[in-house]
């Protein structure tokens, strides 16, 4: 799939050889057979401009930032301009959406430039999410559009800021191009950095041919860059599939700990890296109800916050399949050795679930009956409908030996008694702690964030950017990237929507 004819190929604008930044590019994928990529160049924007430079992540990488703010920077970044030691490739995959299984996928718009080692010694890819069309776009136009770049942006620093693993964003160019959607759109593109861009979908795309030597060189491929202790295992394959299995319960109990949906967990959209990706009509949530669904095409709510626990197993199981040829010769028993791996999902959920809600309640230590104490708590939220963010937060800040200090998260439930009702079981408990309060409230402060992303200021970002103003991003970026550290000139952040402002659905925006 080399170069495929209706690709344009960039045009190398003059610029001064001076002034490109450099990249220490040290590519990987682009040595595996020709099969799992297509090389494909970006197709070139009319007017490339940066919009917004993540710096302290350009450092770790060990890019020039001031490199990068130049014009070589913004054309690089819109793929004007092809850097020395990139190989830009489009990544074959397939995958089931909704629950349908579609067998080719790919990058039908993003193209990866190509891997540098970051400044801890971890191999990341660079990967350009707009830049034209790829022999994967199928009907698309390959281009992506201001609104989802931005809200990609947003979504993904905050996610690193509250320290869950994500993919982040390098910078967001803008094209000088429009793009049609439902209405004419600002084209934009996302510089987007993760540890990998393998997908379960990668497997299945391999899986589904028959493929099974491809499947096992791309599990060498992984296991090589991001699980090495597995190939020390007796058993690498199922190795891989178990820490595979464990890095994703871990990651959907930590969206669930901080009320966030991914919106489209298709398997497309599962990185093996563990690592959250491809933030679509994803959102947190405000007032906590399970099964809160935002995304505007999941209709039955097959993403809803409390389906993603089931659904991440679903994936799983997808990905168990593929590998099914690595783990046995015997039919049967590769199929129990897949049964065995995908048996730690669920320890592994309940551990960082449980485990979270405890902290999240201010339970320095595991006991019987913490578990059924956290879920009540969320029940009378869910009936009460309190605000889920501002809850945990403000039940960080209540003393543990004086109920007059509730008055803030009482004021977050309907019908403030439901809360009372439970805290005197809580109390009850706190007071088996030996800690001093202080040192739960400050444990429960670090992983109660004071500030999410919320819909509506994420949405109020679009619009003025949509209008030329990013003013709006940045003061939400900033507030977003310092989660648990509480500022009162920004209280305002901490507000949920007023019934003007409320954001019910999010859009694909593809
Ligand atoms: P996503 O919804 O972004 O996860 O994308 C799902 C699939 O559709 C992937 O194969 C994308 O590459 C492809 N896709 C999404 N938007 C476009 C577009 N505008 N042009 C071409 N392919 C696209
Ligand atoms: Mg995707």
Not at 196 to 202: D, F, I, K, M
Request: with cysteine; aromatic share 8%; proline share 7%.
């Amino acid at each position: 799939m080399n170069n495929p004819s209706d690709c344009q190929t960039a045009d190398q604008p003059a610029v001064d050889p001076a002034s490109v930044p450099v990249f220490a590019f040290d590519n990987s994928y682009a040595r595996l057979p020709e099969q799992f990529y297509a090389r494909v160049l970006p197709t070139p924007v009319s007017e490339p401009g940066l919009l917004r430079l993540n710096r302290p992540l350009a450092e770790q990488l060990g890019l020039d930032p001031a490199a990068l703010s130049n014009p070589a920077g913004a054309a690089i970044f819109a793929g004007n301009l092809i850097p020395e030691g990139a190989e830009p490739i489009a990544m074959a995959y397939a995958g089931h959406q909704y629950a349908q299984f579609v067998p080719s996928l790919g990058d039908g718009r993003a193209i990866l430039l190509g891997e540098l080692i970051d400044r801890d010694g971890v191999r990341r890819d660079i990967h350009l999410k707009g830049a034209g069309r790829t022999p994967f776009s199928r009907m698309g136009d390959g281009r992506a559009v201001l609104g989802p770049v931005l809200r990609e942006y947003l979504l993904g620093e905050a996610m690193a800021a509250l320290g869950i693993p994500t993919t982040r964003a390098l910078a967001m160019v803008a094209t000088g191009e429009e793009v049609y959607r439902e209405r004419i759109e600002i084209g934009a593109l996302l510089v987007r950095v993760a540890a990998g861009h393998v997908r379960v979908g990668t497997f299945e795309y391999f899986a589904r041919r028959g493929n099974s030597e491809a499947v096992k060189t791309l599990a060498d491929y992984v296991i090589q860059r991001q699980y090495p202790d597995c190939a020390e295992a007796e058993q690498p394959y199922q190795a891989l599939l178990e820490q595979v299995v464990k890095r994703q319960a871990e990651l959907i109990a930590q969206w669930m700990l901080v009320g966030f949906i991914h919106g489209v967990m298709n398997t497309d959209n599962v990185a093996i890296s563990g690592e959250t990706i491809d933030y679509g009509p994803c959102a947190f949530m405000d007032t906590f109800h399970p099964q809160t669904v935002y995304s505007s095409i999941d209709r039955y709510g097959r993403y809803a916050w409390d389906q993603q626990p089931s659904i991440g197993y679903w994936n799983l199981t997808q990905l168990a399949n593929c590998l099914l040829p690595l783990l046995g010769d015997d039919a049967d028993g590769a199929k129990q050795t897949a049964r065995a791996a995908l048996d730690h999902y669920g320890k592994a959920f309940e551990t960082r679930y449980y485990g979270g809600l405890r902290t999240k309640i201010g339970l320095l230590d595991a006991r019987t009956g913490d578990d059924e104490l956290a879920l009540d708590l969320l029940g009378r939220m869910a009936a009460q409908q309190a605000d889920f963010t501002n809850t945990f937060r403000a039940l960080s800040e209540v003393d543990a030996e004086d109920p007059a200090t509730d008055a803030k998260v009482r004021a977050l439930f309907a019908d403030p008694a439901a809360f009372d009702q439970w805290a005197l079981q809580w109390r009850e408990r706190l007071a088996t702690q030996t800690q001093p309060d202080c040192e739960r409230q400050a444990t429960m402060r670090a992983v109660n964030p004071a500030y999410i992303p919320r819909n509506h200021r994420v949405q109020q970002a679009i619009d003025a950017a949509n209008h030329g103003d990013l003013a709006p991003l940045d003061r939400l970026l900033e507030v977003v990237s310092k989660p648990f550290e509480e500022h009162p000139e920004c209280a305002a952040y901490q507000q949920p929507p007023g019934p003007d402002e409320v954001v019910e659905r999010t859009f694909c925006g593809t």
